[in-house]
């Protein structure tokens, strides 16, 4: 797949990079993002924590809706926990374009375990500025 305005986002994405998380792909509305569990993403109960699996997803969602170009933005997101991972464990996460209407958007994204769905997230996006390319 050729290089999109989410590679040149992701570029940037220090928050993201400095989890580890690698952009496989970008382009369509669609976008795949890898993570590895480290020690220091679990919490108290020896599983990863909620948090890093949602950055992951967000992160995927993000680079699905800022492959079209426009800068686009979280209007909003939910995630379902479906089964724990721990440390070590390697984690993709699936972006796809549901739907865009003027400004707006919704994007789902599964994130996979071993070919095991372990979330479903939902997200909400806006572009905020519809006519400046990056």
């Known amino acids: 797949m050729a290089r999109t305005a989410a590679h040149e986002m992701f570029d940037r994405d220090t928050a993201s990079k400095s989890l580890g998380i690698e952009l496989v792909e970008a382009g369509n ?78 994007y789902d994204v599964t994130v996979t375990c071993d070919g095991a769905v372990v979330a479903e997230f939902r997200g909400r996006s806006r572009v905020i500025s519809p006519d400046r390319p990056r």
């Open 29 to 106: 509305g669609q976008a795949e993002a890898r993570m590895r569990v480290t020690d220091e993403m679990v919490n108290g109960h020896d599983v990863t924590h909620g948090g890093f699996v949602f950055i992951l997803a967000d992160t995927a969602f993000a680079c699905a809706c800022n492959s079209h170009g426009p800068v686009t933005v979280a209007a909003g997101a939910d995630i379902s926990f479906l089964r724990p991972t721990r440390a070590g464990d390697v984690l993709t996460a699936y972006a796809t374009e549901r739907v865009t209407n003027g400004r707006s958007g919704i």
